[in-house]
């Protein structure tokens, strides 16, 4: 009775791994499956793990649709056929390979640089976990053709994932990512991946790569005299069980900040995070223990980066006292804010710098470059596509900075995928520029939003699990194609995006434009009264997510808290007008 909830893809995977090579404690985990939840067995087999905007990433666990040695290892063959498929007569094939600190990480690492030594490739394995942008970074330092971070980001502990990398250090982008699925999708049995007989082929790496990337974000620097003023500014950092303390206080102390102060609870590595229950800075909950620490200490301003050290939160104190969380687009503004103004003074401007931002990111930081006169590129959700228009510029303008609303953030170009390690540093260098002038990092995103705007973004999250689930969001999807709202909370809808079409219409003439990047299924809803709500499937998690953009107009500091309620409850107009809430 079980065994007719199972679609004829699981049936068949299922099969492959009982009769199959594998190991008899995951040919048990599978038996026991499907005595027992044949339901959690149709999740495990019902399809391949596939890349997303981040890579390949899953739960872990027994089964196709799993992180686990055996999906790792095929991914790492499929990978390699596909770089060699590209590289062909190089003389040497080059790989580099980091992790964070899940469960599984260091085991997973292992096995992908077995198989890529295996294959041929000398392989550049970190000696323990390190940061994302280390490892891209370690792929151009190293002339890698590839390279790999065992990661799932920000996900709950269940999960772990995939990063690849091609050789400019950016996250695969097509047809790349692509073409790598279709060689993994190839391999149909365990024989077919290289596992042992690369002796010889790993090296070991370290603190070489340590410090030249630390060379590198000390060059980002603009006020290193700030830093000496104020090299006591009271900081509150927590990796969040995470890589960041492998890098972040060592790149503090190096730019001479003698005042950080680590969560002690939260700085030692552990894949069960065991004292938040996300290990995501975006969370409130993740926030509360440097918070915490923050008000004990009175500190001037804290930071967290998640597990890989590529996205950073940000928490500042007003003047009443209170501690604020920033989101993700009101740190990436300040950072550009400050960057453009202070390389204007510095009479760096040259008129071929560009900053690059997402389409769902605010649009503050594309209205604050063009008023310095820099160039804006929008592109698609995920940093892999601020690598690939960095690499498409290569050699022709200058990239300053950029970032996504979803905490993460790039200062200069020597990374290609979001750094906290050089996001952490510029963030404390603008809070000592600021108490330079009697200011805090506060003050600066109020003297902002006088001067721009009062930008407020919101972000809902409607998740919908497994296969099911999948099919939800696509009908969802479906829908707001067939029958888009005609107007958002009393506004009439004037423009619709629709990047899956490629096509920006006019809803009151009904003229069309292009969109100029590659087709993604994302909407975008423009209304009369300058609003836009943006609904996007996640590409890494069960999930279909609403993003929300008002603006309104602040006048002084004092008014701060009462412009941002009425903001917010904008944004909460909007969603209940979407029958969202």
Known sequence: MAQTTLDATTLANVKTWLEGAYDEDTKAAIRKMQAENPEELNESFYRNLEFGTGGLRGIMGVGTNRMNRYTVGMATQGLANYVKSCFQGEKELRAAISHDSRNHSREFAEITANVLAANGFTVYLFEDLRPTPELSYAVRYFKCHTGVMLTASHNPKEYNGYKAYWNDGCQLTAPHDTNVIDEVLKIKELSDVCWEGGNGKIVTIGQEVDEAFMREVEKNVLHPECIREHHDLKIVYTPLH???????????????????????????????????????????????MAVDLAKQIDADIVFASDPDADRVGVAVKKPDGEWMLLNGNQTLSVIIYYLLKEWKEKGKLTGKEYIIKTIVTSELPADIAKRYGAKVYDVLTGFKWIGAKIRELEGKELYIGGGEE????????????????????????????????????????????????????????????????AEEIQQMMKDYRENPPAEINGSKVVCIKDYKLLESKDMATGATEKITLPASNVLQFFTADGNKVTVRPSGTEPKIKFYFGVKGDLCCKERFDETNAALDGKIEAIKKSMGLV
């Not at 206080?249 to 552990?270: H, I, S, W, Y």
């Open 242 to 288: 995470g890589t960041g303390i492998t890098m972040i206080p060592k790149m503090l102390e190096r730019l001479g900040f003698t005042n950080v102060n680590v969560v002690k609870e939260q700085a030692t590595p552990d894949g069960n995070f065991p004292t938040t229950p996300s290990p995501n800075p975006e969370e409130h909950a993740a926030m509360k």
């Open 406 to 469: 979803s905490y993460g953030y790039m200062i200069g170009d020597f990374v290609r995928d979001k750094d906290a390690v050089g996001a952490c540093a510029m963030i404390a260098e603008i809070a000592a520029w600021a108490a330079s002038q009697g200011k805090t990092f506060f003050d600066v995103l109020v003297d902002l939003y006088k001067e721009f705007g009062f930008y407020k973004e919101g972000l809902l999250s409607v998740v919908r699990k497994g296969k099911s689930g």
